[in-house]
């Protein structure tokens, strides 16, 4: 039988809105997870629109190995077993440069649903949550070297690996459930691939009229600034100045962590908008400075960079909120 994508059975974790008959997600990170009974699970997807090279996803059954494959109309997979199961289908990575924010999305994720013998129900997910918002590095761009097409966007589908970022490691370390919104070139002061707005005006949206669904996080962890040093510092910091007014109106609980760019911008200067934007708001903005943590060379860490980062920045966030 087959299982809409609307279908209680089903949990979406990240930017994921209703596109059509499908939920759509243009993030790298974004996961869906749901239980199933039967041997055989075919998931479905809308692939209209989608151009080459179509994204890539991981598929985990069980709990077991995951397994990477493109998006595709349908995607099969047979079960040693029968009876009842579980599904996590991951977005692994895809080509940044597709459009990911006007119709018609050329690079999304649009799942219709799922056909197996039944739905079954899902446990729940009580992790606190983290929201990791960030550009190309949070996004996973080139954690791998992995070139076959001369085109090298064209290998984007296996150089990008969401999985393999300082924020995807971390928030796992510290046992966070995580949303991610991470978009290759975006800054506070510019748009980004994809036609991808300025960090600000994205925030509120999974893409253009599609308003975030997911409810407040407990931890929102902001990385940008890679993208913006050709900027003047005065822009820089009065864009991320409103940034920071908008997570903060959207998320009055959440508590807010400012993580440098590992490159390097303007560092002093963040601390100095954190440390005011704390006295004005009697609020407890968490700064913290990770500049060089990686060598400047790539710009984008590979996965033993990520693993670097994330390594220094999970005992940070235990000590400082308990967890």
């Given amino acids: 039988m087959f299982i809409p994508s609307t279908h209680e059975s089903i949990r979406y974790t990240g930017r994921f809105a209703p596109l059509g008959d499908a939920m759509a997600t243009t993030a790298a990170g974004s996961q869906i997870d749901f239980a199933f009974t039967g041997s055989v699970l075919l998931l479905e997807f809308d692939i209209t629109d989608c151009v080459f090279p179509f994204p890539h996803v991981y598929v985990q059954i069980d709990g077991g190995v995951k397994a990477e494959t493109q998006v595709d109309r349908w995607v099969r997979f047979e079960i040693p077993a ?67 097409y001369p085109n090298d966007q064209d290998n984007r589908i296996f150089e990008d690996d969401a999985t393999g970022t300082y924020g995807w490691l971390t928030a796992e370390g510290l046992g966070l459930r995580h949303m991610h919104m991470g978009y ?23 893409f253009d009229g599609a308003p975030v669904t997911y409810d407040h996080p407990d931890y929102i962890m902001i990385n940008h600034g890679a993208n913006d040093r050709g900027a003047a510092v005065e822009k820089y910091i009065e864009e991320y100045t409103a940034l920071l007014e908008l997570v903060r109106k959207t998320h009055p609980d959440a508590k807010i962590i400012c993580l440098t760019a590992f490159c390097g911008c303007h560092p002093e200067d963040v601390k100095k908008m954190v440390d005011d934007f704390n006295a004005a708001h009697d609020d407890d903005v968490f700064f913290v400075d990770a500049t060089l943590w990686v060598p400047l060379e790539p710009l984008h860490p ?17 000590e400082r909120y308990g967890l």
């Fill in 82 to 148: 029968d009876g009842e199961h579980t599904a996590k289908i991951i977005y692994k990575g895809g080509k940044e440069i597709l459009n990911r924010w006007y119709a018609p999305l050329q690079g999304k994720v649009s799942f219709l649903g799922y056909h197996a013998d039944g739905a079954a129900e899902l446990a729940p997910d009580n992790r606190k949550t983290m929201e990791l918002v960030g550009d190309s590095i949070t996004e996973g761009v080139l954690v791998d070297d992995l070139r076959y």
């Fill in 302 to 318: 590979l996965r033993d960079g990520h693993k670097i980062i994330a390594d220094r920045l999970i005992p940070i966030l235990k």
């Fill in 184 to 206: 290759g070139a975006t800054g506070t002061t510019r748009a980004g691939c994809g036609a991808v707005p300025k960090c600000a005006d994205a925030y509120p949206y999974c």
